[in-house]
């Protein structure tokens, strides 16, 4: 059975900092991998999709990459600002399948 | 993208009464899921809405309980039956445009039952 887990569930850091969220995974044998971000009491705003055949893909000051053989992938933000606090999620699909698997999320929170 | 509604966007309602969510995208789109979020969880699918035939259901989850519809390809309904408090969680549609690819979730409704 797939898992999926992201470290750190909470995370602090002063206006302008560069960060990297994590997640990683059980069963390589993975499809799409999608990071959203969630807003409280929101739905979810898609942000990165990375296809099977990609490493990474990059949006703005976003980058997220996808390393399969380890069962990682990466949120990278740079220049964080206040407006990027919200809880960060990872979510995979597997061959056959369109379910989204998703993790607990990062709770990120940018200080001015 | 898609842009997608859902209706009501929050409700309280009585233990034992019925609540249909309802979830419209802005274009036609091959597939339609719908998920719950219980309160400090993360997202878990209850089911995939087929448009013309039978939902999908994950284990756990049951039509008697859960049943939806999806009269066409812009449209589908989740209908929360003979509701507990147990079943305040916040519920999601969202759809894929074309299959394998990326999905977008609509804004949610917020659910509670006393």
């Known amino acids: 059975k797939q898992e999926v887990t992201q470290i750190p569930a909470a995370l602090s850091v002063p206006e302008g900092e560069n960060l990297v969220l994590n997640c990683s995974f059980t069963?390589?044998?993975?499809?799409?991998l999608q990071w959203f971000r969630q807003d409280p009491g929101k739905g979810l705003t898609s942000l990165l999709l990375?296809?099977?055949?990609?490493r990474e893909q990059t949006s703005g000051r976003l980058n997220a990459s996808l390393d399969k053989s380890s069962g990682r992938s990466t949120l990278y933000i740079a220049a964080s600002q206040p407006g990027d606090s919200a809880t960060y999620l990872c979510?995979?699909?597997?061959?056959?399948?369109?379910?989204?698997?998703f993790g607990k999320g990062t709770k990120l929170t940018v200080n001015p | 993208s898609a842009v997608i509604s859902q209706k009501p966007s929050r409700d309280i309602c009585q233990r034992g009464t019925s609540l249909t969510i309802q979830c419209q995208v802005d274009?036609?789109?091959?597939?339609m899921f719908w998920y719950r979020q219980q309160p400090g969880q993360s997202l878990t699918l209850i089911a995939t809405?087929?448009?013309?035939?039978?939902?999908?259901?994950e284990s756990g989850f049951v039509i008697d309980k859960f049943p939806i519809s999806r009269p066409n390809l812009t449209f589908s309904t989740l209908t929360v039956s003979n509701m507990s408090p147990e079943d305040s969680s916040i519920y999601l549609c969202?759809?894929?445009?074309?299959?394998?690819?990326?999905?977008?979730f609509g804004p949610g409704t917020r659910l509670t039952v006393l």
């Open positions: 969202s759809v894929e445009k074309w299959q394998d690819n990326e999905q977008f």
């Open positions: 069963d390589s044998a993975i499809y799409n």
């Open positions: 990375i296809q099977s055949s990609q």
């Open positions: 979510a995979l699909t597997q061959g056959g399948s369109e379910k989204l698997v």
């Open positions: 274009s036609q789109v091959t597939m």
């Open positions: 809405a087929n448009q013309g035939s039978e939902a999908t259901y």
